[in-house]
């Protein structure tokens, strides 16, 4: 019945994937499966760079304070802490493996500072403009070289397979999962003694995002109908400078811009971020985001224009090669011109619950990365604290789930091989993307910077009438890569409605018209989502 035995089962090869290989590797052999090219995933487009203490005018301290002031109340403090102290550690593994950052201009035996929204110092360790490429480049060689890892590239995750489902009244344990093998069209039954998601974040439930197109929320969607707790997904973050250009699909213009002094103004050049946060254009992003949405929708104009001009064309190119090169491509000189922008869908803070170890509620089950809600980001994430995250949780579940590998395979439970019943080839493909692009573009209008109970009550009972005709083309036709990310999206369509009209206040990344104001007194806690329904999150608040 098993097509495939591994000992770890590693979906997704993004940083938070291939670095948990590769510290599972020393005892373990592992499998990643990646649904496009190794390379493809948010963390190829990383810009800013990883936030971490390294300078002696820094601590960690002051890193944790400007993230828990970022977090609106919701960061778990314990978690932010251990993770902080972590940072520096997590900067040596990657040069260690041969990630050359960029250097101090002043001393070739430090690294350069980037500085972004949020933080009080200077702390944003990058390549450049292009840090996630970089990265990523240097652990695609070694995971390549390691003959512990095997990777399998166009497979894409369907579901997990669990104790529960097939029916076994135990602990609720993962076993593996369904897996297809796109270019071959053939599903395959991969057995595993810990599964591990690190399938990022799910930007593409937008219509208008910073992410590429891998961002479906897979990871979230499949672990929530294994049984898995979901935390906090009203949090979503609107990354308030994306390129507006009618060529230019999804291109960030990092926020190390505004770092390095450039400014938000709007087309009468007013700076009027000056007029709602002592921080100005460098204020947190849940607050630049909401401004910006605001003045666009006073004026009426159809974005705002980030302002560069003071810095020169030398220092520019020097700095931000990639954004200037690109910007140049599409008619705007920086150094000369103000750069159009507008938000954009970027990082879901919520995800599968997660503790210290990367361990979810599951047995067996690990998420790190975006995929999972570890506590660290609260309702709102400072600005390059996500790499961090990814590349310290990775680190802890490799070496927390070794107690499984000791093991045998869970308690010998038979897996069956998928059933595809009687699906057939279906003849009208137009139903997936006509649903796809229709979720994109309400959740867009309903469920994005600024929302009302009544805006999403009717992003709901859409997406109750979209779930049915899903779930029957689901189980009525062979299942492709579209249907197979359709169908999670719409569940994490679903979910974030769900989320968002449950909180009714408004705080960090969820603003809503009828309940503007934060509860500390009811809300100052996770939310917390079972099996389709809220259960009693952690209070965070004293
Ligand atoms: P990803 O890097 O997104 O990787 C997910 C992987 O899972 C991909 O390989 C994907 O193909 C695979 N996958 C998904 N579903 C399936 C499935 N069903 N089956 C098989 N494979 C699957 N954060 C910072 O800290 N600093 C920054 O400077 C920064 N800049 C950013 C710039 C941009 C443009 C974007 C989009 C994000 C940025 N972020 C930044 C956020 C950060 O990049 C991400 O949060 C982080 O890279 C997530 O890493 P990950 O490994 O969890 O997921
Ligand atoms: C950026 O470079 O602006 C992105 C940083 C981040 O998302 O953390």
Known sequence: MIDYQTDYLVIG?????????????????????????????????AQGGIATVMSSADSFDEH?????????GLCHRDIVEKTIQRGPQAIRDLMNYGVQFTKSA????????????????????????ITGHEVKKVLIDVVKNNPKINV?????????????????????????AYVLDIKNSKILTIRAKSTVLATGGAGKVYLYTTNPDIATGDGIAMAYRAGARIKNLEFVQFHPTCLYHPKAKSFLISEAVRGEGAV???????????????MGSLAPRDIVTQKIDLELKKSGEECVYLDITNKSKSFLKERFPNIFSKCLQ???????????????????????????????????????????????????????????????????A????????????????????????????????????????????????YVSIVRSSKRLERAKNRIELMQKEIHQYYWDFVITNDLIELRNIATLAELIISFALYRKESRGLHYT????????????????YENGKFIEGEKICE
């Open 106 to 129: 002043s001393n070739k035996d430090e690294l350069d500072l980037g500085k972004e929204g949020g933080h009080s110092h200077r702390r944003i360790i990058h390549a450049g403009d």
């Open 330 to 396: 599409y008619g705007i000189d920086m150094s000369c011109d103000l750069i159009p922008v507008v938000p954009a869908a970027h990082y879901f803070c919520g995800g599968v619950q997660s503790d210290w170890n990367g361990q979810t509620n599951i047995d067996r089950l690990y998420v790190c990365g975006e995929v999972s809600c570890t506590g660290l980001h609260g309702a709102n994430r400072l600005a390059s604290n996500s790499l961090l995250e990814a590349l310290v949780f990775s680190s802890n």
């Open 264 to 278: 938000l103004r709007t087309s009468d050049g007013r700076e009027f971020m000056k007029d709602y946060h002592p």
């Open 152 to 176: 399998f590239e166009y497979h894409i995750a369907i579901d997990l397979v669990t104790s529960k489902k097939l029916g076994f009244s135990t602990r609720n344990t993962v076993l593996g």
């Open 398 to 445: 490799a070496e927390s789930s070794k107690k499984y590998i000791e093991n045998d395979y869970p308690e010998n439970i038979e897996i069956p091989k998928w059933d595809a019943g009687s699906a057939k080839d279906s003849d009208e493909t137009v139903v997936v993307t006509n649903n796809w692009d229709e979720i994109r573009r309400f959740m867009w209008h």
């Open 64 to 72: 944790i304070k400007d993230t828990i002031t970022c977090g609106g």
């Open 13 to 45: 090869s993004g940083i938070a994937g291939l670095m948990f290989a590769l510290k599972a590797s020393k005892h373990a052999n592992i499998t990643i499966i990646t649904k496009r090219s190794i390379d493809e995933s948010n963390s190829n487009y």
């Open 513 to 528: 018209l009828d309940y503007p104001k934060k509860n500390d007194k009811v809300f100052c806690r996770d939310l917390v």
